[in-house]
């Protein structure tokens, strides 16, 4: 019960963040970013795609927590598609995937100190559960291909992609943190 409070107070602490007229601005930079970075990524094969389009989205995640973080995700992923439709037709279980994701920064970077465990650890989950399981079942769905090759050529990405994407993140942590309490005095 105390972990359903817990999470519960995060929630409602991260959702006030997005009352401050300055927080709001930023998420709003924050999102065209994630717009601009998910208009970057290059599709290596129709089932894999890189790109940097999640760094914005850990970054709302360590600043504002994980509701700001899951609408940059979701709104990120259904403008980047406007944007550039790399991939094929519109499919809403990547946006479901982009607002999953940043829950789950908002809920291991928000107010916490950051060490390479908690982000390795952080990463781990999302290749897991998102890059691996959901995705693949995206792909499945909208291209017919066998599960299992398309979960190995995703494999593959998130084995090359993890020590950057983590990399990624440790070196933009320093300079959020110190741009939230920046923006904390000039309230």
């Given at each position: 019960m105390n972990i359903i409070r817990k999470t519960g107070q995060i929630l409602k602490n991260?959702?006030?963040?997005?009352?401050?007229?300055?927080?709001?601005?930023?998420?709003?930079?924050?999102?065209?970013?994630?717009?601009?970075?998910?208009?970057?990524?290059?599709l290596v094969v129709p089932t894999v795609k890189?790109?940097?389009?999640?760094?914005?989205?850990?970054?709302?995640?360590?600043?504002?927590g994980p509701v700001p973080a899951a609408l940059i995700g979701?709104?990120?992923?259904?403008l980047s598609y406007v944007f550039n439709p790399v991939g094929?037709?519109?499919?809403?279980?990547?946006?479901?995937?982009g607002i999953i994701i940043g829950m789950i920064y908002g809920f291991f970077f928000y107010n916490k100190k950051l060490t390479l465990l908690r982000v390795i650890i952080c990463e781990v989950i999302i290749i897991v559960f998102v890059e691996l399981l959901l995705s693949?079942?995206?792909?499945?769905?909208m291209f017919g291909n066998a599960y299992i090759a398309v979960l190995a050529s995703r494999l593959l990405k998130a084995v090359i992609m993890l020590p950057i994407d983590v990399s990624v993140i440790?070196?933009?942590?320093?300079?959020?943190?110190?741009?939230?309490?920046?923006?904390?005095?000039?309230?």
């Open positions: 991260s959702a006030r963040e997005l009352k401050n007229l300055l927080s709001l601005t930023f998420c709003g930079l924050l999102l065209a970013i994630r717009t601009i970075l998910g208009y970057l990524t290059v890189l790109g940097f389009a999640f760094a914005p989205t850990a970054v709302a995640g360590i600043m504002y979701g709104l990120g992923d259904i094929g037709s519109y499919f809403p279980g990547f946006t479901l995937n693949s079942l995206w792909l499945v769905i440790m070196l933009f942590y320093k300079p959020a943190v110190a741009l939230k309490k920046h923006s904390l005095t000039r309230r």
